[in-house]
């Protein structure tokens, strides 16, 4: 049984730490999130590319990779709402390897940076020296193997046991049906 002085530590891999001796400021952007960026359809081929090799290498993962990010066009830019995958697993820069934890010192977030639309990682709070800079994957799935899979292993108080979020199918529905009545839902339809 483990006592309030001591705690496991488990191999997380590499990470970011924090190695200014003034910390870091709340609110200071790190660094931008860096990759090749795929429209959805190309995402999606991609995926099943990866999916048909590893089958037939009999290769398949207990969970996918976390080196995507999804970078979302506000619908008020002139170009209208889209969406594009930011892939770092092949290139990338220290963005992607900031470890996850359910009590993140890190946030992302889309901006606009000199006419083009990126996304940055930020501070959210004072980052001590020696501190390991972290960001919540905010992941979901909805296969409750992968999510028992995704053992989180931040170490956090506020720890959720897994890095992934587990929505069942009928999730989004529950949330459909308390929001928006049927009639709500036609007139958007019409829309």
């Not at 990470?15 to 790190?30: K, L, N």
């Not at 999804?70 to 220290?94: C, I, Q, T």
């Not at 977030?109 to 905010?138: F, M, Q």
Request: net charge negative.
């Amino acid at each position: 049984e483990l006592g309030v002085d001591t705690f496991r530590i488990h191999s997380k891999g590499t990470g970011v730490v924090c190695t200014s001796d003034s910390g870091i400021s709340p609110h200071v952007v790190v660094c931008e999130y860096l990759g090749e960026l795929y429209p959805p359809y190309r995402w999606c081929e991609r995926q099943d590319v990866i999916e048909q090799a590893q089958r037939h290498f009999r290769l398949k993962p207990a969970l996918p990779d976390f080196y995507n990010i999804l970078l979302e066009r506000p619908r008020h830019d002139e170009r209208g709402y889209g969406l594009l995958f930011v892939d770092a697993s092949d290139k990338a820069n220290m963005g992607s390897t900031l470890a996850h934890s359910c009590d993140n010192n890190c946030t992302s977030a889309v901006v606009s940076r000199d006419g083009r639309l990126c996304i940055v990682l930020t501070t959210n709070r004072y980052i001590y020296p020696g501190e390991e800079l972290t960001h919540d994957y905010a992941a979901v799935t909805s296969s409750e193997d992968e999510w028992r899979s995704a053992v989180c292993l931040c170490g956090m108080t506020k720890c959720r046991g897994s890095f992934l979020h587990f929505a069942t199918q009928d999730d989004l529905q529950q949330i459909l049906n308390k929001h928006c009545s049927p009639l709500w839902r036609y007139a958007s339809l019409l829309k």
